[in-house]
């Protein structure tokens, strides 16, 4: 038991506490603690700031220039493309054709310099000579005009009177009907038919066949069905005069008229009136109408309730 405190009994439950790891360390805060204590400490790697790109060794990591291939074919393509003019130059066969001077812009409409060829004729300005111009003469003189209207008036128009033509009635009947007869004596034969023409699959007219038709066959004789059964007069209603019946009049007989006794009213053992015990009561019932009423319209709601239309 320690000399001050409590047991390890008392205060774990344990007979003895067991002994940590970190016997003796100092303690650390978890609050603002470094990711990597040990980069904080001692010297750092200073990579003496960044360097700007050039065409010397310095901006690199190596000291001089490694290339990728060792021994490779080198091209200058430059020089390949002076080497392909000269060879193309080559073919040439005389110098290069030079204009003896440079475009030359018109200048103002109408105007034909630094054009190939000079004005055309046919586009000129210049107005053609003409033949002498000749007045053909004066016209047939004639009295003006007389007055009036000149219909049924003889005296106002060119001709003394009218000059009269008959016309035949229906002149266009008789010489259609003539050229129809000439047609016909120009005829010689009946319409040409030819047997190979085109037809359709189905005729337009169902019901027409070419072919003769078979002869009618005779229906054998059929054995004759006797009329049916029919009343002579339909049947009669009854009635107060009693038309229905087979007797024109009821029978009547001879029984005294007897008053039937009544029948005894039906008494229990104490000598009282049998009823019938009672069937199920019917009871006031709620419409629909009145319980969907009551269910929309309650206490809760009856200040802000409000006509709802279908």
Known sequence: MPADGKSDMERIGLFSEMGYITIGDRYVSHYMRHFNEAASKNRQMLPGGTKTLSALQAGYFEPQFVRIFDGEAYSNPVQLRRRYRLAESKKNL????????????PCGLGSYYGTIGGPYAYFSAQLKAK?????PGKNFYTNPGKKGTGYGYASVTIGEQYPHAPEV?????????KAQEEHQRLVKGGPFKLNLYPR???????????????????QPPGKKIAPPFKPSSPAKKPGGMKGGI??????????P?????SKAVTTNKGGQIFHPPPGPKSRPITSIMTLNVTRSLNVMNYKTACLTLY
């Open 94 to 105: 005389g110098r290069a054709f030079l204009p003896s001077n440079g475009d030359k812009l």
């Open 131 to 135: 033949e002498k111009y000749t007045s």
């Open 169 to 177: 009635y229906e002149a266009g009947r008789i010489d259609a009907k």
């Open 200 to 218: 359709e699959y189905f005729d337009m007219n169902p019901y027409f066949n070419d072919q003769p038709l078979p002869p009618v066959k005779q």
């Open 246 to 255: 087979f007797d024109p009049y009821p029978s009547h007989s001879d029984d």
């Open 257 to 261: 008229y007897v008053i039937k006794k």
